[in-house]
């Protein structure tokens, strides 16, 4: 291998690990019917509430679960299950105006809208949701600061102020639907939706499909390798080898 060959195939070791997946996705399965559950959590996909009084106390002491289940399982527009991270997914109608029975919102982008204590909601993000993963582990996180969900008439309460979300490929593989994204949050004192205080959970199962962000080390090390195959072309255009 001559000096040329040999700079590019040490620029191209280099900028190698730039290469990614397109997008910061997660398909989740189903939670089931997608009304309330009670006190147990659903297989498949869930959030949670901390809504339950179990001594009349007016302190909530008790987690209600509900399935969540896709925007497209019923022939709604948009991503089948899908959570795209890097999209806001937002929703023009308010939680009283979402539709019961067989039709449902077709501005759902997330999940089918539900049932939770006889009132029907859905998700939505005004936001994209920052992902950030080294590329190499099994686990990512990811900022969840524009996570709401409409519901009852109230058109935006705030689910965002809790510490980022977790995704994990449970068995070292991504995207072969055992992995679960877990978040949870506390609905900041003095919202307006008046749910300050309530605790909120999120269990999705599914499939990530993750892209690397870089350190600014890897930066550095591409443009040095973009350098290098400049610096061989110069040589070869001058006649040296």
Known sequence: MNFKQTLFSLAIGITSPMSAHAANT??????GASVD??????????????AGDTNSDYIPDQNFYTGMRAAGSTGVPG?????????????????????????HNADNMIDRDWSFLGEWGAHFTTGALEVTWDGVSHTAAVNMSDWRVTWNGIPAINLGAGAPGTLAANDGIWGNGNDTFDYS????????????????G????????????????????????LGLVGFASRRRSNGQD
């Open 185 to 200: 949050a506390v609905v900041p004192v003095g919202d307006p939706s008046g749910f300050g205080g309530v605790q909120y």
């Open 79 to 103: 991503p089948n299950g899908t959570l795209n991270f890097d999209i806001t997914n937002t929703i023009t109608s308010a939680g009283g105006a979402l539709e019961s029975g067989a039709t």
């Open 26 to 31: 997660f398909s989740f399965a189903g939670g």
């Open 37 to 50: 559950n009670g006190t147990t959590a659903p297989t498949g996909s869930w959030f949670s509430m901390l």
């Open 202 to 225: 999120l269990h999705l199962v599914g499939s990530a499909n993750l892209t690397p962000v870089p350190e600014a080390s890897t930066y550095g090390m591409m443009l040095a390798g």
